[in-house]
C-alpha cells in the first residue's frame, strides 16, 4: 500500500497525540514545501520581485499569525513586508524604484540576520530588519517638512 501524495504541508499533529506516524507523514509534507519552492523566505528567497513574494506567500503552507508558531510568525512578518511594499511601490514617483531599495534593504537585512543563520530564528530576524527599515522609509516619505525637524 503506497502513501497518499501529499501537495502541501500538513498542519503538525497534535503533541499531545501518538507519537511516529503522524509526525512523520507530517515531516515529510515539509520536506516536500521545501522541495517545491515553498518555503519560508531565506537568503535565496530574497531575490524574488514583490510579485513573485506575494505569490510565494500564497502557496505558503502556513497561514500569518503574529502570535502562531515559528512558522505562522514568519508568514505574518513576510505579508507585512510584502504589504509595505506595496505601499512604498505606490509612493514612490517611479515604478522602478522599489527593486532597488528591496535589493539593498535585502542585504542590509541579512547581514544583520548573520546571527540567526541556520536556525528557524534566521527568518524572523531577516524579516523583523526588513519591516523595521520599510517602517522607517515610509515616516520618511510621509512626515512633513519642517525646520527645526529636518536641519
Known amino acids: 500500500m503506497g502513501r497518499p501524495a501529499l501537495s502541501a504541508a500538513p498542519a503538525p499533529p497534535s503533541p499531545r497525540g501518538p507519537a511516529g506516524g503522524a509526525w512523520v507523514s507530517w515531516l515529510m509534507g515539509l520536506v516536500l514545501a521545501i522541495g ?3 518555503a519560508p523566505p531565506s537568503a535565496g528567497a530574497g531575490e524574488d520581485s514583490l510579485g513573485q513574494s506575494r505569490e510565494q506567500l500564497r502557496r505558503f503552507p502556513f ?3 503574529c502570535g502562531g508558531n515559528t512558522q505562522e510568525m514568519v508568514a505574518c ?3 507585512r513586508r510584502n504589504q509595505d511594499d506595496a505601499t512604498l511601490e505606490s509612493l514612490l514617483d517611479s ?4 527593486e ?7 542585504q542590509v537585512c541579512l547581514q544583520a540576520a548573520r546571527k540567526a543563520e541556520g536556525g528557524s530564528l534566521h527568518p524572523i530576524v531577516w524579516l523583523s530588519c526588513e519591516n523595521a527599515l520599510n517602517r522607517e522609509l515610509l515616516r520618511q516619505i510621509r512626515r512633513p517638512l ?4 529636518d536641519l
Request: net charge positive; proline share 12%.
Open 95 to 98: 515604478p522602478g524604484r522599489l
Open 146 to 149: 519642517t525646520q527645526s525637524a
Open 63 to 65: 497561514q500569518p499569525d
Open 36 to 38: 517545491t519552492g515553498i
Open 100 to 106: 532597488p531599495w528591496r535589493s539593498s534593504r535585502r
Open 77 to 79: 512578518l513576510w505579508q
